[in-house]
């Protein structure tokens, strides 16, 4: 068994992550530093190390751990040939929108760039580009409007109003519709 499958080095991770997404909740990542982390972890700068290289590694797997079950650009803009998955997973301006235990890493400035980061990795891009009659290119320019829309109307004063199950409908209509001319323009 390697190190990084022992329980108690991936407890120390877990517990370098929840401490980071604690300190972010009342600093930005740029004001913290790794000895102040590494004693809200209760773990060692060796440990810290031991783990991680620097803190914007911890942020990137805050950032995966908040997207890791949103529905993915493909799961939320599925058609007949692409076939549709993603029910029950969250969409991102939800997420986002009601986010608490990541509330800190959500509002970071890095946040935006590290999540569209994750969503190029999408496996299901490529057939989702083809079956829509896309090149990689477009798509890519598609779904970063459409989630730099959903950011920031998630981040806005938009979204602590009471109305917002009203507006999600709206914008998400507004997208669908979108969705359905690109498509006719690819085939």
């Known amino acids: 068994m390697s190190l990084t499958e ?12 929840g401490a980071l997404a604690g300190l ?6 740029m004001d913290v530093t790794v ?4 004693q809200a972890a209760s773990v060692s700068r060796a440990t810290f190390y031991a783990h991680y290289d620097n803190l914007g590694d911890v942020y990137e797997e805050l950032v995966a751990e908040v997207m890791a079950d949103v529905r993915t650009f493909s799961e939320r803009f599925c058609s007949e040939d692409i ?24 509002r970071e400035a890095r946040f935006f760039p590290s999540m569209m980061a994750l969503t190029w990795e999408d496996p299901e891009a490529n057939a989702d580009a083809a079956v829509r009659g896309l090149d990689q ?13 959903c950011h920031a109307v998630a981040t806005s004063e938009f ?25 006719k323009i690819g085939s």
Do not use: H
């Open 6 to 17: 022992d329980a108690r080095f991936q407890q120390s991770a877990k517990r370098i992550r």
């Open 24 to 29: 972010l909740r009342t600093k930005p990542l």
């Open 35 to 38: 000895s102040e982390l590494a």
């Open 83 to 106: 076939g549709c998955t993603g029910e029950g997973k969250p969409l991102y301006c939800d997420r986002i929108r009601s986010e608490e235990r990541f509330a800190g890493v959500v």
């Open 137 to 149: 290119s477009a798509m890519r320019a598609l779904r970063l409007f459409q989630m730099s829309g």
């Open 159 to 183: 979204a602590q109003r009471n109305d917002w199950e009203r507006i999600r409908r709206i914008i998400d209509a507004f997208i669908d519709g979108g969705m359905r001319a690109v498509e």
